[in-house]
Each structure stands twice: as C-alpha cells, then as structure tokens.
T-cell receptor, first 109, second 113 residues
Framework: AQRVTQPEKLLSVFKGAPVELKCNYS??????LFWYVQYSRQRLQLLLR??SRESIKGFTADLNKGETSFHLKKPFAQEEDSAMYYC???????????FGAGTRLFVKA | DTAVSQTPKYLVTQMGNDKSIKCEQN?????MYWYKQDSKKFLKIMFS???????INETVPNRFSPKSPDKAHLNLHINSLELGDSAVYFC????????????FGDGTRLSIL
C-alpha cells in the first residue's frame, strides 16, 4: 500500500542550526515526490519536487530509492522557515496524492 | 490574481443541514481536487476531476457529492451534516497529474454545532 511517513510531528531548532525533516515512503513503483509548506495564515503551497532537483529557499531534498526516503534539509534554519511541512507522493502519471501527517517546524531566535 | 478560490472561508451550521462549498480556479488547469484536513492536520484526498470527469472517489460517505460544471469549477455538496464532518476542506488544481504540482485554495473551515 502507498504510504508516506513523517515521523516527527514537531521539530524545534535554533536559528542558524541545520534542519532535516524526515520523510519515508512505501510504494511499489516509481513515485513522484513533493514537499509542500503551509506558513501561518497562508495556503498550502509547493516547496519543491524531486524531479526538479532544485533548491528553494535554501531547502533541498534528495530522493533515496534504496532507503525509500525524501528528507528535506536546510543547512541554516531561519525564523521565517517556521511552518507546517508536508511530504507527498504520487504515482508516475497518476493523480492521487498521498500526504504524510506533516511536521511542524519551529525555528527559535 | 491567478489562483484557486473557495467560498465560503468559514461555515458554521447545525447537524442535519445541507451545505455547499464552491471552488474556482483561473489557472487553466484540467484537474481539480477536494481534500479534507482533520483536527490533527492530516490531509486526505476525497475526490478528483480531470476534464470534468470523476477520476478519484475515495472512501467517502455518499452524503458528499462533488459537481464539476466545467473545468474551472468543482463544488462540494454535503447532505445531512454530522459532527464528524467538522474539518477544513481544501480545493486544489493541477495541470495533469504525475510530477505536476497542485495549487491549493485557502480552505473552508466547516464547524458543525
């Protein structure tokens, strides 16, 4: 069965510290993976997707098929990174998106 | 502004009532979705339409009925509302599936008294 697991409900780090939000998935085929972010009082929006292999707002995520992981990383967290982060999976060419339970990142000054 | 817009933003009503939530997108996308976010912030897909055709219909009570009059609109009608229907409902759209990202509305917070 398709599943996305984000083991941390809450992650609290100090400003300037590295941050890693974990995401593991269970899928038998070749998945499309995404990270979405929801800042306070804003709508859910795409942060990045694995196919783009880009860095957005200093965040990167590498798809590790061996470990079935798609962890989100940033070397130096900023206060404005505080938000709810969702990892999501979709089958190649498909429409159904499975979301993880989300991780709330809190960056302390 | 190009966006996905939902109305109303807040909906407070009593058990047993029937209500509708409307969604419109002006992004020119061909696929629209309804998601339910529960009190624990878990986001789960309910329905999806591609070119006005229903393509995803998850295990949702048949009190929930989506309607897509055209590619730019996807409405959600809920009959006989129950306490467990209280949640935030998000509309989203995308151009196709696969690696295409979804664009979300602001959500509609439904509270059942």
């Amino acid at each position: 069965a398709q599943r996305v697991t984000q083991p941390e409900k809450l992650l609290s780090v100090f400003k300037g510290a590295p941050v890693e939000l974990k995401c593991n998935y269970s899928y038998s085929g070749s998945p499309e993976l995404f990270w979405y972010v929801q800042y306070s009082r804003q709508r859910l929006q795409l942060l990045l997707r694995h196919i783009s292999r880009e860095s957005i707002k200093g965040f990167t995520a590498d798809l590790n098929k061996g470990e079935t992981s798609f962890h989100l990383k940033k070397p130096f967290a900023q206060e404005e990174d505080s938000a709810m982060y969702y990892c999501a999976l979709r089958n190649t060419g498909g429409f159904k998106t499975i979301f993880g339970a989300g991780t709330r990142l809190f960056v302390k000054a | 502004d190009t966006a996905v817009s939902q109305t109303p933003k807040y909906l407070v009503t009593q058990m047993g009532n029937d209500k509708s939530i409307k969604c419109e997108q002006n992004l020119g996308h061909d696929t629209m979705y309804w998601y339910k976010q529960d009190s624990k912030k878990f986001l789960k897909i309910m329905f999806s339409y591609n070119n006005k055709e229903l393509i995803i219909n998850e295990t949702v009570p048949n009190r929930f009925s989506p309607k897509s009059p055209d590619k730019a609109h996807l409405n959600l009608h809920i009959n006989s509302l129950e306490l467990g229907d209280s949640a935030v409902y998000f509309c989203a759209s995308s151009q196709g599936g696969g690696a295409q990202p979804q664009h979300f509305g602001d959500g509609t917070r439904l509270s059942i008294l």
